[in-house]
């Protein structure tokens, strides 16, 4: 989860594209959403990730686990 959410940030940061592969990508959001719960959100509740962000209806599984982590990707 962290690997591929940190990965998504240096790609898209460079201008490339920040899909990893489909079965990586949604085993890892799978892990995201068993672990992060998706409320409470912010350092007041002790979690340092803001509120998930809905995904576009085209996002990918990386976009999709960058939106849960609270990434506003587009």
Same mark, same amino acid.
């Given at each position: 989860?962290?690997? %591929?959410?940190?990965?998504?940030? %240096?790609?898209?940061g460079?201008? +490339?594209?920040? /899909? $990893? @592969? !489909? /079965?990586? &990508? /949604? &085993?890892?959001?799978r $892990? !995201?959403? &068993?672990? %992060?719960?998706? +409320?409470?959100r912010?350092?007041e509740? *002790?979690?340092?990730?803001? @509120?998930?962000?809905?995904? &576009?209806?085209?996002? *990918?599984?990386? /976009? =999709? %686990? !960058?939106?849960?982590t609270? =990434?506003?990707?587009?």
């Amino acid at each position: 989860m962290e690997v %591929l959410a940190h990965g998504w940030d %240096l790609t898209v940061g460079t201008g +490339q594209s920040g /899909e $990893a @592969p !489909a /079965e990586v &990508a /949604e &085993a890892g959001l799978r $892990a !995201a959403q &068993a672990g %992060l719960p998706a +409320q409470p959100r912010g350092m007041e509740h *002790g979690m340092p990730f803001d @509120p998930v962000v809905e995904p &576009a209806a085209d996002a *990918g599984p990386t /976009e =999709r %686990l !960058a939106n849960w982590t609270g =990434r506003v990707t587009r």
